[in-house]
């Protein structure tokens, strides 16, 4: 199956203009370097594990936190309080 989509991929490239075949080799060499970057990362955290330096690699979570709203302040400001009780 991959075969074939490269296939579909090389010929769609003949009707392509230039401007638009060095738009897709930008993408391209983009795609690679993180692509390359990746596999270090990965092979970097392996080693680290086999060594026994670390014994797991956690992943950061990307969770949807809920936006955190500034509350309004009676009087004068915390960081005036604060000053004025350190004198």
Do not use: D
């Not at 738009?23 to 596999?39: D, F, H, I, M, T």
């Not at 970097?44 to 979570?61: C, D, M, W, Y």
């Amino acid at each position: 199956m991959p075969q074939a989509i490269l296939n579909q991929i090389l010929n769609q490239l003949q009707a392509l203009e230039p401007s638009e075949l060095q738009q897709l080799s930008q993408v391209l060499q983009a795609y690679l370097k993180n692509r390359e970057a990746s596999a270090r990362r990965v092979a970097f955290n392996r080693a680290l594990v086999e060594s026994g330096l670390v014994r797991q690699i956690k992943n950061p979570t990307f969770e949807h936190r809920t936006p955190q709203h500034l509350i309004q302040v009676q009087g004068e400001s915390v960081s005036q309080t604060i000053i004025g009780e350190r004198r």
